[in-house]
T-cell receptor, first 113, second 117 residues
Framework: GDSVTQMEGPVTLSEEAFLTINCTYT??????LFWYVQYPGEGLQLLLK?????DKGSNKGFEATYRKETTSFHLEKGSVQVSDSAVYFC????????????FGTGTRLQVTL | GAVVSQHPSRVICKSGTSVKIECRSL??????MFWYRQFPKQSLMLMAT?????????EQGVEKDKFLINHASLTLSTLTVTSAHPEDSSFYIC?????????????FGPGTRLTVT
């Protein structure tokens, strides 16, 4: 079946550092890929998405490119802020199948001053 | 817009009792609502998919008689954990998919922490 693998956290960075959170997937078809973010005490929010190979999703300075050849969707940000501290989930879904999301385990990011 | 609430946010109950968790879409109508369970340091596991006015579809391995789901209206779904036991202690999260948007958009509630003693 489908699965999503994320790098284990926590990831601790200083403010303004470069961020990469790795995500790879195994899928039987051609899914859409997502990054969700969960801030402390809040629900998951969609951060960005990509629906086909080579698409780049971007939002709030974060970006991720759908790489079919490496089955990856790594999340990057050039300069993190303390306010980016959260748990980040990579996920996949197939539109039209009740929108079921398959999640990775989540990666906690802690940004310090 | 697209706010989903859950109630309660935290509940402690005794073993053998039942607990009901509500999930509401506050500013949109949800054709479909989803219930997830999240264990510490693990990903969200989809438990069931509920569509308004019809029976929920449970994922393999999820006991439908233990986790009762009702989706009585386009803005409310409930999850009842019946005869709860300590192993049911977990973080339960719901999400809702708006009826007027593309099928893969989901909006998540803040979660409910259930502790069974």
């Amino acid at each position: 079946g489908d699965s999503v693998t994320q790098m284990e956290g926590p990831v601790t960075l200083s403010e303004e550092a470069f961020l990469t959170i790795n995500c790879t997937y195994t899928a039987t078809g051609y899914p859409s890929l997502f990054w969700y973010v969960q801030y402390p005490g809040e629900g998951l929010q969609l951060l960005l998405k990509a629906t086909k190979a080579d698409d780049k999703g971007s939002n709030k300075g974060f970006e991720a490119t759908y790489r079919k050849e490496t089955t990856s969707f790594h999340l990057e940000k050039g300069s993190v802020q303390v306010s980016d501290s959260a748990v980040y989930f990579c996920a996949l879904s197939y539109p039209g199948t009740a929108s079921k999301l398959t999640f990775g385990t989540g990666t906690r990011l802690q940004v310090t001053l | 817009g697209a706010v989903v609430s859950q109630h309660p946010s935290r509940v402690i109950c005794k073993s053998g009792t039942s607990v009901k968790i509500e999930c509401r879409s506050l500013d949109f109508q949800a054709t479909t609502m989803f219930w997830y369970r999240q264990f510490p340091k693990q990903s969200l596991m989809l438990m069931a998919t509920s569509n308004e006015g019809s029976k929920a579809t449970y994922e393999q391995g999820v006991e439908k008689d233990k986790f009762l789901i009702n989706h009585a209206s386009l803005t409310l779904s409930t999850l009842t954990v019946t005869s709860a036991h300590p192993e049911d202690s977990s973080f339960y999260i719901c999400s809702a998919s708006p009826r007027d948007r593309v099928s893969y958009e989901q909006y998540f509630g803040p979660g409910t922490r259930l502790t069974v003693t």
